[in-house]
């Protein structure tokens, strides 16, 4: 036997070697932070492109209403905030007040029936009044009789309720704009599975604030995206190193004679002639 193969291992390489499942379970989160990443940077674009397509619905010139036969086909995705125009009769006596927070301060969207001359009825939404002006009969002056044409962004149907808070039909509290729940609280058939949001061109003096739609899509995926690289670059460069000062790292063994000038400074043992440098 060789004095190399008596030579004790250092101490210190054992200590910087990770264990095996460590490094496994380093290097799958590291691959999930990239996946994470990459997601990100795919949800951006079609965030940015989503964006696109709604500019460039808002800005088109208002269209006519959907046929009906096509209302089961209407989605968010491919219809909501679609410039169109609609005419009709609005029934005043069937007005909804949706609970609303808006530039203007606290009150009500004025959800009002348009009934159209083909039998079918459109909900839309007026526009915005206080709360002081919540009573009907302080706002009889904005109220159009005959015949009258909106214009508007077309609006999905809000199912159930708001944030945390249910619509509650039966006690005329209403927190989001629910067609269906409203159609059927107000007595009202064959009714667009949509609503209409109008413009402030389509107000008339004295009746609710227009115009008011807020268009807005959050878009911090960039951030997201750079969040998720940074961990995994952190985790990487925590491996190398790592990696680097354990596994990867080399010894050189040199051997001093027992005797030699700087024994009696180095020794520590039997094997005080030999010592582990790393490189």
């Given at each position: 036997?060789?004095?190399?193969?008596?030579?004790?291992?250092?101490?210190?390489?054992?200590?910087?070697?990770?264990?095996?499942?460590?490094?496994?379970?380093?290097?799958?989160?590291?691959?999930?932070?990239?996946?994470?990443?990459?997601?990100?940077?795919?949800?951006?674009?079609w965030?940015?492109?989503?964006?696109?397509?709604?500019?460039?619905?808002?800005?088109?010139?208002?269209?006519?209403?959907?046929?009906?036969?096509?209302w089961?086909?209407?989605?968010?995705?491919?219809?909501?905030?679609?410039?169109?125009?609609?005419?009709?009769?609005?029934?005043?006596?069937?007005?909804?007040?949706?609970?609303?927070?808006?530039?203007?301060?606290?009150?009500?969207?004025?959800?009002?029936?348009?009934?159209?001359?083909?039998?079918?009825?459109?909900?839309?939404?007026?526009?915005?009044?206080?709360?002081?002006?919540?009573?009907?009969?302080?706002?009889?002056?904005?109220?159009?009789?005959?015949?009258?044409?909106?214009?508007?962004?077309?609006?999905?149907?809000?199912?159930?309720?708001?944030?945390?808070?249910?619509?509650?039909?039966?006690?005329?509290?209403?927190?989001?704009?629910d067609?269906?729940?409203?159609?059927?609280?107000?007595?009202?058939?064959?009714?667009?599975?949509?609503?209409?949001?109008?413009?402030?061109?389509?107000?008339?003096?004295?009746?609710?604030?227009?115009?008011?739609?807020?268009?807005?899509?959050?878009?911090?995926?960039?951030?997201?995206?750079?969040?998720?690289?940074?961990?995994?670059?952190?985790?990487a460069?925590?491996l190398?190193v790592?990696?680097?000062?354990?596994?990867?790292?080399?010894q050189?063994?040199?051997?001093?004679?027992?005797?030699?000038?700087?024994?009696?400074?180095?020794?520590?043992?039997?094997?005080?002639?030999?010592?582990?440098?790393?490189?």
């Amino acid at each position: 036997m060789s004095q190399r193969d008596n030579e004790p291992r250092s101490p210190a390489s054992a200590a910087h070697r990770p264990s095996l499942w460590l490094t496994v379970l380093s290097l799958i989160a590291f691959v999930v932070l990239m996946a994470l990443g990459v997601w990100q940077v795919e949800r951006r674009a079609w965030k940015l492109a989503l964006i696109d397509r709604v500019e460039q619905r808002v800005h088109a010139p208002a269209q006519p209403l959907p046929s009906r036969t096509s209302w089961p086909t209407i989605s968010a995705a491919n219809d909501e905030y679609r410039h169109v125009d609609v005419s009709g009769r609005f029934l005043h006596d069937r007005e909804t007040l949706v609970q609303a927070v808006t530039e203007e301060g606290p009150g009500y969207w004025v959800l009002t029936p348009l009934q159209r001359d083909d039998g079918t009825t459109v909900l839309i939404n007026r526009g915005f009044v206080p709360s002081e002006r919540r009573d009907p009969s302080t706002r009889q002056g904005g109220n159009p009789d005959g015949r009258v044409v909106v214009a508007g962004l077309l609006r999905v149907t809000e199912p159930k309720g708001g944030f945390l808070r249910d619509n509650v039909p039966q006690h005329n509290r209403w927190y989001s704009r629910d067609v269906a729940a409203i159609a059927a609280a107000r007595d009202l058939q064959n009714v667009a599975p949509f609503f209409i949001d109008a413009d402030a061109g389509s107000q008339s003096a004295g009746g609710p604030i227009g115009g008011l739609t807020v268009i807005r899509f959050p878009n911090n995926h960039l951030i997201y995206a750079l969040t998720w690289f940074a961990l995994a670059f952190m985790l990487a460069g925590r491996l190398f190193v790592t990696f680097r000062g354990g596994l990867f790292r080399r010894q050189r063994f040199v051997h001093e004679p027992a005797g030699g000038p700087d024994a009696s400074a180095r020794r520590t043992g039997s094997d005080a002639g030999t010592i582990v440098e790393p490189t």
